[in-house]
């Protein structure tokens, strides 16, 4: 399928957008992703930068379903990441997200997320902030 | 003063993941100030949909951050060089804090990494800094931690249960 933005990858499988105030997705991780063949060339790992946008496609396909498609969300802030446990070829990554539009401003979204390997282990844990556009406005 | 083959034998990342093109100014465990143009036939512009908004060519900020984050690994491994020592293993990105995005970058554009030193100890070195293009602040960098770590303590991969 044809891509709606720039991003380095499809960084998502599969995404549920059912609940307004959550999202969770998922990727298998493969060798052949794009950019990978480079990360590194003798020892593959999917780069940390990359859970970030698995997170951010993730918010966009909520975004997208709660909004509408004329949305775009970008990142704006990322208050704190750290990252825990290595995603190599084979692993999935399971990650959720809570998405609290802010107070002030409800097109700015505050959103913390945790990834998980498939065996448990906690890949990443982050606060990000999207702000939202509409990019027919 | 570093160009890509120096960067390469520097910097473990390949095409196209290598993000940085050239290295500017470089104070060992001080400073380091790196480029990377942006061009339209790097593989994130491919499978896009025809036309986009103008904000959807934006260059991702994933990808800016990870040349954000190699120009730091070349500040940390060029100091080590200019000391005489050696940085053992892979450096990974570990943490980051208080990292804010002003602007969009876009094919042609050309991003400049000013990365300065916090602190280094022992395998772990704190950095902080801003991106920029031209005069305009595209993004600053609060704190980012990388660490070296041995390949070969690297938690396996374990197969679906």
């Not at chain 2, 290295?23 to 994130?44: D, H, M, N, Q, Y």
């Not at chain 2, 200019?82 to 991003?111: E, H, M, N, S, W």
Request: contains cysteine; charged residues 20%; negative net charge.
């Amino acid at each position: 399928m044809q891509r709606q933005f720039c991003a380095p990858l499809t960084a998502v499988d599969s995404v549920n957008t059912e609940s307004e105030s959550e999202v969770s997705a998922s990727k298998v991780i493969k060798a052949d992703d794009p950019y990978l063949s480079g990360h590194y060339p003798h020892f593959t790992i999917y780069p940390g930068i990359f859970i970030i946008e698995s997170v951010g496609q993730a918010v966009r396909a909520h975004v997208t379903a709660h909004r509408g498609a004329t949305y775009g969300a970008d990142l704006v802030e990322v208050s704190r990441v750290r990252f825990t446990a290595p995603l190599l070829p084979g692993n999935t990554l399971e990650l959720d997200a809570r998405i609290t539009p802010g107070e002030q401003d409800p097109d700015l979204l505050s959103v913390k997320a945790e990834a998980r390997r498939e065996d448990g282990a906690r890949c990443a844990a982050m606060t990000l902030t999207f702000r939202l556009e509409d990019r027919n406005a | 003063m570093l160009e890509l083959p120096d960067i390469m034998r520097i910097l473990p990342h390949r095409p196209p993941i290598l993000l940085v093109d050239r290295v500017l100014e470089f104070e060992a465990g001080v400073r380091l100030v790196a480029t990377k143009t942006i061009s339209a036939s790097e593989p994130c512009y491919t499978g896009l949909a025809d036309p986009l908004h103008a904000a959807d060519y934006a260059y991702p900020t994933s990808l800016l951050i990870e040349s954000f984050g190699q120009s730091g690994a070349l500040l940390w491994l060029c100091t080590a060089q200019a000391k005489g020592t050696t940085v053992d293993g892979t450096l990974i990105f570990a943490q980051a804090r208080d990292c804010t995005f002003t602007g969009r970058v876009y094919p042609g554009d050309v991003l400049r990494h000013e990365v300065r030193m916090d602190h280094l100890v022992g395998n772990n070195a704190f950095m902080t800094g801003e991106t920029w293009v031209g005069d305009r602040r595209i993004a600053t960098m609060g704190s980012v931690l990388a660490v070296a770590r041995d390949e070969a303590q690297l938690p396996q991969s374990r197969g679906p249960a």
